[in-house]
Every structure is written in structure tokens, then in C-alpha cells.
């Protein structure tokens, strides 16, 4: 099966500028996740969708960051406007959705979007 | 043949038991991440490791560079410490490759 797509994979942008990254998950999973990673440190969760609804979105820093999944599929996180300190790389995955008995259920990463905000 | 392989796939133990998970990675890197996912939720970053050893609690992170492996072991392991373990390899330039992810059940 096709993996998690994103774009684009690189990015380049002044501060104050905005940008947009996309994100299409594996058909037919019901989860999907946004993260930030700075170089360094591990991966913070921003925001988690199910189907088109937010589950989590508690670190996400609203007053610039959005994101919308509006007919449970495909995805994009916006950042306006860009401050020096969101260059990172933006990853996402999905995965099935809950699954029933409490097992876990496993996250597929896309390839990211390395953004640089000069 | 993927980057980074983690084994086992999937891990039953039981309570107390002395856990052990491996990572083999093929490509140069400037730090290997260990992540710890539970049901249901997001991702949390458990070390960061880019040589040696590192300890939290029950943890233990072990890396060799030259052998291109690495190890988390969990002491004394416990029901609430069942989740997904992911090995991530993180590369000079930024990208990161993810293993496949080690399903941990602890039996109580």
C-alpha cells in the first residue's frame, strides 16, 4: 500500500511570511497526527485528527499554527505568520483509529517537511 | 530493505520481567531517537542518543556507533509500560527514518 504522502519536502521562507504544508494520509486511516520536530529533540505532537475531528490540538500554538482535515482525508497545517523559531521538520502520520481490547495501534510516518525560516 | 530495523516486531512479557529491544541501522547518523507510543496517543521521545549510554528510571538507552545498533532495555517492567517502542535514526541532514515499531505487552 502507498505510504503517508507530504509536501513539499523542503521549504525556505522569510519570518513573518506563511506557509502551508499537505499531508495525505493511507487510505482508510481514521487517525492523523502533526509534528514538530527541532533539530535536536524529539518530536511534539501539535495536533491529532479523527476523521475530521480534533481529539488533540493542546500544543498546537493557535495564535499561529492552524490546521484543518476537512473531509477526514487529506490535511494541511499553516503557520502564519513564520517566527525564526518554527524551523523544524513537520511530520505526519496516520494510523488506523482505535482499535477495540486496548492494543496499540501503529503510527506510519510520512517523509516530513523540512521547513527553514531565515 | 528498510533504513532501520527494530526487533521483535512484537513482545509479550510479564510483569518483572527484564525487557530488551534492539535497532540496526544502515546509514550515518547524527543521533538515534528511542519513542515510546501509547494506545491511542501521540508519540513521546523517550533519548536521545549519539553515543554511550543513557538512564531514566527503568530505562536504559545503549548505542555503538561503530556496530550501527542500538538498545533499549526496560528493568522491572511493568503493565503501563505496554505500548509501541520506535527506534528513530536521525540523519546529518535532518530527515529522520523511523523503524517499524516494537509492540510491548507486559502481562501483570
Known amino acids: 500500500e502507498a505510504g503517508v504522502a507530504q509536501s513539499p519536502r523542503y521549504k525556505i521562507i522569510e519570518k513573518r511570511q506563511s506557509v502551508a504544508f499537505w499531508c495525505n494520509p493511507i487510505?482508510?486511516?481514521?487517525?492523523l497526527y502533526w509534528y514538530q520536530q527541532i533539530l535536536g529533540q524529539g518530536p511534539k505532537l501539535l495536533i491529532q485528527?479523527?476523521?475530521?475531528?480534533?481529539?488533540?490540538d493542546s500544543q498546537l500554538p493557535k495564535d499561529r499554527f492552524s490546521a484543518e482535515r476537512l473531509k477526514g482525508v487529506d490535511s494541511t497545517l499553516k503557520i502564519q505568520p513564520a517566527k525564526l523559531e518554527d524551523s523544524a521538520v513537520y511530520l505526519c502520520?496516520?494510523?488506523?483509529?482505535?482499535?477495540?481490547?486496548?492494543?496499540?495501534?501503529?503510527?506510519?510516518f510520512g517523509p516530513g517537511t523540512r521547513l527553514t525560516v531565515l | 530493505k528498510n533504513e532501520v530495523e527494530q526487533s521483535p516486531q512484537n513482545l509479550t512479557a510479564q510483569e518483572g520481567e527484564f525487557i530488551t529491544i534492539n535497532c540496526s541501522y544502515s546509514v550515518g547518523i547524527s543521533a538515534l531517537h528511542w519513542l515510546q507510543q501509547h494506545p491511542g496517543g501521540g508519540i513521546v521521545s523517550l533519548f536521545m542518543l549519539s553515543s554511550g549510554k543513557k538512564k531514566h528510571g527503568r530505562l536504559i538507552a545503549t548505542i555503538n556507533i561503530q556496530e550501527k545498533h542500538s538498545s533499549l532495555h526496560i528493568t522491572a517492567s511493568h503493565p503501563r509500560d505496554s505500548a509501541v517502542y520506535i527506534c528513530?535514526?536521525?540523519?546529518?541532514?535532518?530527515?529522520?527514518?523511523f523503524g517499524t515499531g516494537t509492540s510491548l505487552t507486559v502481562i501483570p
Open positions: 528513530a535514526a536521525l540523519r546529518p541532514v535532518g530527515q529522520f527514518y
Open positions: 485528527f479523527q476523521n475530521n475531528g480534533v481529539v488533540d
Open positions: 487510505s482508510g486511516h481514521a487517525t
Open positions: 502520520a496516520s494510523s488506523r483509529g482505535r482499535t477495540s481490547g486496548g492494543s496499540t495501534d501503529t503510527q506510519y
